[in-house]
């Protein structure tokens, strides 16, 4: 078990018993969730540009579960992507300043899921900009995103509210 202060972490300066460096930077870097390794594990890939969808998550039988469907596992982790793509997306070039968690989530799961999945996502509340606003005020706000998981033919298999903290960094000195 590794024990680690949260100011060793929030600080960078973390390291495993063995005294290798932890790769832990905070700071969200200019990226897609894709490149995450168990997103990327479990074959979740970005849709195409021009689809109505942002991810997608091609079947595999590392993917099913003892009912032969998509494991809910499996759905929950591909809607909390999408949320977080969703998320960076809005951010754009913003993204490397702003530090972005996930605080609380709410899902539902709707139909058995099978063969390809797809996920997309919009802001909770018709007022996006709200949080922009909140973010560059008070240096933090919360941010409501919305998730819908459906197979090929458009059936609902899950949804959710993905709730997600974001705080501006301070320029380091």
């Not at 039988?61 to 929950?76: D, W």
């Not at 709410?106 to 922009?132: C, E, M, N, Y």
Request: net charge negative; hydrophobic share 50%.
């Amino acid at each position: 078990m590794v024990n680690v202060t949260k100011d060793a972490i929030w600080s960078g300066k973390a390291a495993f018993p063995d005294g290798s460096a932890m790769a832990y930077n905070p700071r969200v870097q200019a990226m897609h969730v894709t490149d995450l390794a168990i997103n990327s594990a479990m074959g979740m890939q970005l849709a195409p540009a021009g689809r109505d969808h942002i991810l997608e998550l091609p079947e595999s039988a590392l993917l099913i579960n003892h009912v032969g469907t998509i494991h809910a596992s499996v759905q929950f982790a591909l809607a909390e992507a999408c949320s977080g793509e969703f998320l960076l997306r809005q951010l754009g070039e913003a993204q490397e300043q702003v530090f972005a968690v996930l605080r609380t989530s709410t899902v539902k799961f709707r139909k058995p899921a099978h063969g390809d999945l797809r996920a997309i996502a919009q802001f909770a509340d018709a007022d996006a900009a709200q949080w922009s606003a909140a973010l560059a005020s008070r240096g933090r706000a919360l941010v409501a995103i919305l998730v819908e998981v459906a197979d090929t033919q458009g059936v609902a298999t899950m949804t959710g509210r993905f709730d997600w903290f974001l705080q501006r960094q301070r320029d380091e000195a």
